[in-house]
């Protein structure tokens, strides 16, 4: 079925004149601004951001779910879902797995299934924050920072296990996230709490193979309604201090309080040399994981222009694992997917084409408004001829989404996998 994605230059050529005279007038402008198009092609190309297992499926909400046809019923449908979005972006060359979600039952099997798509893994991500069927201890009154020391064990255990199958399958980094906390006031000691989930990190930590990074990944709130254990991205970086230099921190931009200065933190964390990655998605009210980009544009921006701010300094430890967190009720994850891949890379491009010589000046003389125009003209440019050029350079769509749905793919794996039972997808 992936077969059918391989026509992407017949699609393309229907859009190619028209995409020619956009890229030739945004180029245009761009060198009036003596900004090099070629340099923004070429840097746009080099964008990369991991698909991740859990959301290939229409996911989600706390609520209902509205399953969409063909949807992939295991891991393996999963990597060819992704290898789709893969072919059509050339900008997703891997997958972050979820354990035990997307287990696999042959760890060879899905290794040698990934290589013969071309993709790989990304960070692995554990789950202590639901019991499994077969497990001894309860989680709900915690994983790393239970009372019970069997219950801590067994989450410690639980990780190293997944790093164990990481480093199987290839990737060099675990994400992870703890839904630990409390509902009340009272019901948990808030220091000792925090103490015991630093030892069980430092457990986990110990047992990372050569080269592998343990993300913390933070969250104000849900499922602990009163204080969270790893609340906010003082609690993660002091947790990726004391473990060590393998050890850094996780943004998941959906895991904010509303109106966080999301750039301000990142910035904080990169002077720390411990920004470890993220969870792109977008959000309105709170970890609302819409799609990336679609509620406050201008924040993704503001973020990159943090991150390539970063990168043209070539500051210490600035190594930053992209990756994709949200889910789709509505859309069909592969389409949100490649919506979210182009969002990226817009707010990617905007940020390279910055004038960060003039923003330079204009904060050094105090003036507020040409350094926020200054931005905002970077802003404000239409890249999409860019984003869409480094993509056809590299073998992918032009328009992703009608690419997509000229193939026919979605409707052909229906039939494909409309032969067996079901298990739905959850979301992180
Ligand atoms: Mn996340």
Same mark, same amino acid.
């Given at each position: 079925m992936?077969?059918m ?9 229907s859009?190619?004149?028209?995409h /020619?005279r956009?890229?030739e007038a945004?180029?245009?402008?761009l060198d009036?601004?003596? +900004?090099? @198009? #070629? ?7 080099t964008?990369?951001v991991?698909v991740?297992?859990?959301a ?9 779910r509205?399953? +969409?046809e063909?949807e992939?019923?295991n891991?393996y449908e999963?990597?060819?879902d992704t290898? *789709?979005i893969?072919?059509?972006t050339?900008?997703?060359?891997r *997958?972050s797995?979820? +354990? ?7 760890v $060879? ?5 990934? $290589?013969?798509?071309?993709?790989g893994? $990304? &960070?692995?991500?554990?789950?202590t924050f ?6 001894e201890?309860?989680?709900k009154?915690?994983?790393?920072s ?6 801590? !064990?067994?989450a410690v $255990?639980?990780n ?5 199958l990481?480093? &199987?399958?290839?990737? #060099?980094a675990i994400?992870i996230?703890?839904?630990d906390?409390?509902?009340f ?15 069980g990190l430092?457990t ?5 193979p050569?080269g592998?990074?343990?993300?913390? #990944? ?5 499922p ?11 609690s ?7 473990l060590g230099?393998? @050890?850094?921190c ?18 904080r964390?990169?002077t &720390? ?9 977008d959000?309105k ?15 993704l921006?503001? *973020? ?6 970063? /990168?043209e300094e070539?500051?210490?430890n600035f ?12 859309k ?7 919506q979210t891949?182009?969002q ?9 084409i ?7 000046e204009?904060q050094?003389a105090?003036?507020?408004l ?7 003209q970077?802003?404000e440019?239409?890249?999409?001829p860019?984003?869409a050029?480094?993509?056809?350079r ?8 009608a ?7 979605? #409707?052909?794996?229906?039939?494909e996998?409309?032969? /067996?039972?079901?298990?739905?997808? !959850?979301?992180l």
């Amino acid at each position: 079925m992936i077969g059918m994605i391989d026509d992407i230059a017949t699609y393309n050529d229907s859009s190619a004149n028209d995409h /020619e005279r956009d890229l030739e007038a945004i180029s245009e402008r761009l060198d009036r601004r003596g +900004i090099d @198009a #070629e340099a923004v092609i070429d840097r746009i190309g080099t964008f990369e951001v991991a698909v991740p297992s859990w959301a290939l499926g229409t996911g989600g909400t706390r609520f209902g779910r509205f399953p +969409i046809e063909g949807e992939p019923r295991n891991v393996y449908e999963k990597m060819d879902d992704t290898a *789709v979005i893969q072919k059509l972006t050339r900008a997703t060359p891997r *997958v972050s797995l979820h +354990i035990p979600w997307d287990e696999p039952d042959d760890v $060879d099997r899905l290794k040698a299934h990934a $290589d013969d798509r071309g993709l790989g893994f $990304d &960070a692995v991500n554990s789950n202590t924050f639901q019991d499994q069927p077969d497990q001894e201890h309860s989680y709900k009154f915690g994983s790393f920072s239970h009372t019970d020391p069997a219950v801590r !064990q067994q989450a410690v $255990d639980h990780n190293l296990h997944v790093v164990e199958l990481g480093e &199987a399958l290839g990737s #060099e980094a675990i994400t992870i996230w703890l839904a630990d906390g409390s509902n009340f006031p009272g019901q948990m000691n808030l220091r000792k709490s925090f103490d015991r989930v630093l030892g069980g990190l430092e457990t986990v930590y110990d047992g990372l193979p050569d080269g592998w990074r343990l993300y913390t #990944e933070h969250k104000p709130y849900e499922p602990a309604f009163y204080a969270t254990v790893v609340q906010d991205w003082g609690s993660s970086l002091m947790l990726a201090n004391r473990l060590g230099p393998k @050890a850094q921190c996780l943004v998941d931009l959906g895991h904010h309080l509303p109106n966080t200065n999301i750039e301000l933190v990142v910035a904080r964390l990169l002077t &720390a040399g411990k920004l470890g990655g993220f969870h792109f998605n977008d959000s309105k009210y709170g970890d609302d994981d819409l799609t990336t980009g679609s509620i406050k544009p201008y924040q993704l921006f503001l *973020v990159f222009n943090e991150l390539v701010d970063a /990168e043209e300094e070539d500051l210490d430890n600035f190594n930053p694992d992209y990756m994709i967190d949200q889910s789709h009720n509505l859309k069909d994850p592969i389409e949100a997917f490649l919506q979210t891949v182009d969002q990226l890379q817009k707010a990617y491009a905007k940020a390279v084409i910055v004038d960060r010589d003039a923003l330079s000046e204009y904060q050094q003389a105090n003036d507020a408004l040409k350094a926020e125009e200054t931005l905002k003209q970077a802003y404000e440019t239409g890249v999409s001829p860019l984003v869409a050029e480094a993509r056809r350079r590299q073998g992918g769509a032009l328009n992703p989404v009608a690419a997509f749905r000229a193939s026919g793919y979605r #409707e052909a794996v229906h039939e494909e996998r409309s032969d /067996e039972g079901y298990t739905p997808p !959850q979301s992180l």
